[in-house]
């Protein structure tokens, strides 16, 4: 059973729809693509029929958070932790939460803090950030939920989010946590600004930040739809990020340590989704550049590592979606197939950690889900080896 997928499927895209063009990639068999790149497509085991796993992160150690559950019940976040440094072979386990039975996983720094939402036993949302113990972020002044969505490895962490007052009115929030045990501290910024000045502070949404404390995102724009924004480490000044001719909308999903981002652009009605990049420094009037796809209509950009790889997917010719690796040489970027698990129907990948040395080159970590035909989500894997020039 299909649940809300955050924004991955923006404007009634259907990228869980079958692809028949190529065959079913098995679990955990390596396979050798154009580009002397070994994959290993993984199912991490998290659920199993009746149920729904999506993860949401990864760290360098391969320690991947998200949620899970079956198919009429409350989700649960969880920690799929591998037995060895970036292995595929691990264990997982449920987080607690506030006593309302549900939760979500959705980000992890190196120092395996994790961070996401849960119930209360009033079924009201409350950011956390789960340590061993799971800290409860609050609920800005005035507002009436939080959601955190991403932590930092800077001392002290930041974790950036959004509170809710109503559907209709959600603001971004950085988050400041300092300490352990009894000396732990938890501050909250102000809410950040806007574009169009304080009417539309209630119309942002921030989905990650960096070492630096640079938050991306994005924000209504007052002529409408939403903007990709960032918001400067420090002042956290906003700035609206260019999109692509005929592009209306679009998002910011992830920035590595030097300031590039990625994201994706869109009509505001119909059309297709475009995955893009932001180079450093990028300015109001400073272009993205369109990242190459898989032959279909839509793309989307979800993580970057600081190596200037790019997780997401992209739909093929016939309309489903697949996980894809974007790499950069020579300042262009290629497209790989990541493949799906066996008996899937289509598979995306939502983040990634930084590549390690491996036996004749290195290898990068990534996860997402594949989707059966019957709407399940399997939380997936994938290890990709490639070759030193």
């Given at each position: 059973?299909?649940?809300?997928?955050?924004?991955?499927?923006?404007?009634?895209?259907?990228?869980?729809?079958?692809?028949?063009?190529?065959?079913?990639?098995?679990?955990?068999?390596?396979?050798?693509p154009?580009?002397?790149?070994?994959?290993?497509?993984?199912?991490?085991?998290?659920?199993?029929?009746?149920?729904?796993?999506?993860?949401?992160?990864i760290?360098?150690?391969?320690?991947?958070?998200?949620?899970?559950?079956?198919?009429?019940?409350?989700?649960?976040?969880?920690?799929?932790?591998?037995?060895?440094?970036?292995?595929?072979?691990?264990?997982?386990?449920?987080?607690?939460?506030?006593?309302?039975?549900?939760?979500?996983?959705?980000?992890?720094?190196?120092?395996e803090q994790?961070?996401?939402y849960?119930?209360?036993?009033?079924?009201?949302?409350?950011?956390?950030l789960?340590?061993?113990?799971?800290?409860?972020?609050?609920?800005?002044?005035?507002?009436?939920?939080?959601?955190?969505?991403?932590?930092?490895?800077?001392?002290?962490?930041?974790?950036?989010g959004?509170a809710?007052?109503?559907?209709?009115?959600?603001?971004?929030?950085?988050w400041?946590?300092?300490g352990?045990?009894?000396?732990?501290?938890?501050?909250?910024?102000?809410?950040?600004?806007?574009?169009?000045?304080?009417?539309?502070?209630?119309?942002?949404?921030?989905?990650?930040?960096?070492?630096?404390?640079?938050?991306?995102?994005g924000?209504?724009?007052?002529?409408?739809?939403?903007?990709?924004?960032?918001?400067?480490?420090?002042?956290?000044?906003?700035?609206?990020?260019?999109?692509?001719?005929?592009?209306?909308?679009?998002?910011?999903?992830?920035?590595?340590?030097?300031?590039?981002?990625?994201?994706?652009?869109?009509?505001?009605?119909?059309?297709?989704l475009?995955a893009?990049?932001?180079?450093?420094?990028?300015t109001?009037?400073?272009?993205?550049m369109?990242?190459p796809?898989?032959?279909?209509?839509?793309?989307?950009?979800?993580?970057?590592?600081?190596?200037?790889?790019?997780?997401?997917?992209?739909?093929?010719?016939?309309?489903?979606?697949?996980?894809?690796?974007?790499?950069?040489?020579?300042?262009?970027?290629?497209?790989m197939?990541?493949?799906?698990?066996?008996?899937?129907v289509?598979?995306?990948?939502?983040?990634?950690?930084?590549?390690?040395a491996?036996?004749?080159g290195?290898s990068?970590?990534?996860?997402?889900?594949?989707t059966?035909?019957?709407?399940a989500?399997?939380?997936t894997?994938w290890?990709?080896?490639?070759?030193?020039?």
């Open positions: 059973m299909r649940r809300a997928v955050l924004l991955l499927c923006l404007g009634g895209l259907a990228c869980g729809a079958p692809d028949t063009t190529s065959p079913e990639h098995p679990s955990e068999l390596a396979r050798k154009a580009g002397a790149s070994a994959i290993t497509v993984i199912d991490l085991g998290l659920s199993r029929g009746g149920e729904d796993s999506q993860p949401w992160a760290n360098d150690a391969g320690t991947v958070v998200g949620e899970r559950g079956a198919w009429y019940a409350p989700y649960r976040a969880f920690r799929w932790v591998p037995n060895a440094e970036q292995g595929t072979v691990g264990a997982a386990l449920d987080l607690p939460d506030f006593g309302g039975g549900s939760g979500r996983a959705l980000g992890i720094n190196n120092a994790i961070v996401g849960s119930s209360t036993a009033g079924q009201s949302q409350r950011a956390f789960y340590d061993g113990t799971i800290h409860d972020l609050g609920v800005p002044s005035g507002w009436s939920a939080s959601y955190a969505h991403a932590v930092n490895d800077a001392q002290p962490r930041l974790v950036i959004a809710e007052q109503s559907p209709f009115a959600r603001a971004a929030f950085v400041t946590v300092a352990a045990g009894p000396e732990y501290t938890i501050s909250v910024s102000d809410p950040l600004p806007g574009l169009g000045g304080s009417q539309n502070v209630h119309s942002t949404e921030a989905w990650a930040v960096n070492e630096f404390g640079t938050v991306v995102g924000a209504a724009h007052p002529a409408g739809g939403q903007r990709p924004v960032r918001w400067s480490a420090g002042s956290l000044e906003v700035t609206e990020l260019a999109l692509l001719p005929g592009q209306l909308g679009g998002f910011v999903y992830g920035v590595d340590a030097g300031g590039s981002m990625v994201g994706v652009g869109f009509p505001v009605s119909g059309g297709c475009v893009l990049v932001w180079p450093a420094g990028s109001s009037s400073t272009a993205p369109a990242l796809g898989l032959g279909g209509c839509a793309s989307e950009a979800r993580a970057i590592n600081d190596a200037g790889d790019i997780a997401g997917w992209a739909t093929t010719r016939r309309g489903g979606s697949r996980a894809v690796l974007w790499t950069l040489d020579n300042g262009d970027y290629t497209v197939d990541l493949g799906r698990l066996k008996g899937a289509s598979s995306l990948a939502t983040a990634l950690n930084e590549p390690v491996s036996p004749g290195t990068v970590e990534l996860t997402g889900w594949s059966t035909g019957a709407q989500f399997r939380g894997l290890k990709v080896s490639r070759s030193t020039p």
